[in-house]
């Protein structure tokens, strides 16, 4: 069983950069790949962005291509979030999680608790 717990969200201005972690205990994450997700008052969980195993491929949601870049450090099993020229559209609880497979696609089996962004204009 993996925890995962994510760090670094706070109120931000528009236009400014920020970078969220997620530290992972009680399993090596290396063999699997890894998302992040965000979830705005009233909205539906939105897909942000995933890294294959060894972060051999990734993939990211339309809104936020160009501007977020999702990493991984596999020696002190966590996963990274770096965004930059933030909007108040990105404001939501971030996510991340573990995908059961070690390729982009598959399930989602472990999910941490969140860490808030607040973008103000």
């Known amino acids: 069983q993996v925890q995962l717990v994510e760090s670094g969200g706070r109120l931000v201005q528009a236009g400014d950069s920020l970078t969220l972690s997620c530290a992972a205990s009680g399993r090596n994450i290396s063999f699997y790949a890894m998302g992040w997700f965000r979830q705005a008052p009233a909205k539906e969980r939105e897909f942000v962005a995933a890294?294959?195993?060894?972060?051999?491929?990734?993939n990211y949601g339309d809104s936020v291509k160009g501007r977020f870049t999702i990493s991984r450090d596999d020696a002190k099993n966590t996963l990274y979030l770096q965004m930059n020229s933030l909007k108040p559209e990105d404001t939501a609880l971030y996510y991340c999680a573990k995908n059961s497979g070690a390729a982009l696609g598959a399930e989602y089996d472990s999910w941490g608790q969140g860490t808030q962004v607040t973008v103000s204009s």
């Open positions: 890294t294959s195993w060894r972060g051999l491929e990734t």
